[in-house]
């Protein structure tokens, strides 16, 4: 495999005289987790389609695990995982049934299954729960068992869809473990998500897509920098030092209710130490300082227009 797991230059899809991905280039490294963002109708799913062979693109090229997917499909299927947004598991088969299953499907020897059953059973923290009906499982464990059966062709890049909707904080942060777990262990991981927090976890590359085109790409850091309102807070105990403080800092916006003073600052050493210093040139000093930066959703909303509820497939 070359360095890129995941090539994509100028793709392009329309239905009829709708454009639905306008010219979008992306480039995933092996071994990273890619995160592509953006609301409903911006091209999020046609996009996975086409880099997981479901759809053929209108143009551009389009290259996964160094095999074109338009004349190497085959090929790209052997080497990609699939998890959909609902997990895929016959609830009349236990979990350990499922995995057989698969692994059955794969033609692969009988010994060599048998095993690889037990080792993802155990990896997946499913082993006491084996042989009970996949009906009976949580949300959570039923996510686990779909990503175990997607692990049976061990597959090198794997497309996550919405991996963790529906599953509370602490299931959340379980899948979370295991798909670090995952490209630790060298796997590609392509996700897309509705909770801006998990790209912001998990992702070391976010590229937000927009009525078809690519608005943003970058490190979750580099994009929250590019967007404006990092400040520090500043909470004092009186009026009079939050009169003093506001005439120090005119560029400041002010709350006298709650006695607090939001000062415009790129957040660095640098500048912490000047604005302390000017601080306690003046004889001031603030009950309490705190440092705030834009999230991602702050990111989504200044790109799309849109507010994160809608970053949804």
């Known amino acids: 495999m070359t360095d890129s797991a995941i090539a994509v230059s100028g793709l392009r899809k329309a239905y009829g005289d709708k ?13 990273s987790i890619f995160s592509l963002l953006g609301p409903n109708g911006a091209g999020k799913t046609t996009t996975v389609n086409v880099l997981t062979t479901l759809l053929r693109a209108d143009g551009g090229t389009v290259r996964v695990a160094g095999h074109d997917v338009a004349t190497e499909a085959r090929a790209v299927r052997a080497a990609i995982g699939v998890t ?3 997990a895929a598991v016959d609830e009349l088969l236990t979990g350990q049934e499922n995995l057989q299953l698969m692994a059955d499907l794969s033609r692969m020897p009988a010994r060599d299954g048998k095993r690889l059953v037990a080792d993802l059973l155990e990896r997946f923290d499913l082993v ?10 949580s949300g959570g464990m039923r996510r686990k ?36 777990d995952l490209v630790a262990d060298g796997v590609t991981v392509f996700l897309t998500t509705q909770y801006l927090e998990e790209a912001d976890q998990l992702a070391d590359r976010v590229a937000v897509l927009d009525q078809g085109r690519l608005v943003a790409e970058g490190t979750p850091d580099e994009l929250k920098r590019r967007i404006p309102g ?18 120090l800092f005119a560029d400041g916006t002010r709350d006298d209710d709650t006695l607090t003073l939001r000062v415009p600052s790129d957040t660095g050493t640098a500048s912490l130490r000047a604005l302390l ?6 004889s001031l000093q603030a009950e309490e300082l705190s440092v705030h930066t834009p999230d991602l959703d702050d990111v989504f909303l200044a790109l799309t227009g849109r507010a994160s509820e809608v970053a949804a497939k």
């Not at 454009?19 to 071994?31: E, M, S, T």
């Not at 006491?128 to 499982?137: F, G, L, N, R």
């Not at 210093?277 to 003046?282: I, K, N, P, Q, V």
């Open 84 to 86: 959909g947004q609902f």
């Open 230 to 247: 990092t400040h520090v807070r500043l909470r004092f105990t009186s009026v009079a030092e939050l009169d003093t403080a506001a005439r």
């Open 277 to 282: 210093d000017r601080l306690d040139a003046h």
């Open 145 to 180: 068992l779909d990503l175990a059966m997607t692990l049976v062709g061990n597959p090198r890049i794997i497309f996550l869809d919405e991996p963790t909707t529906g599953l509370d904080p602490r299931s959340r942060r379980t899948m979370w473990s295991i798909i670090r």
């Open 128 to 137: 006491e729960s084996a042989t009970k009906p996949a009906s009976t499982y």
């Open 19 to 31: 454009v639905v991905l306008d010219g979008i280039d992306l480039d995933v490294p092996a071994g």
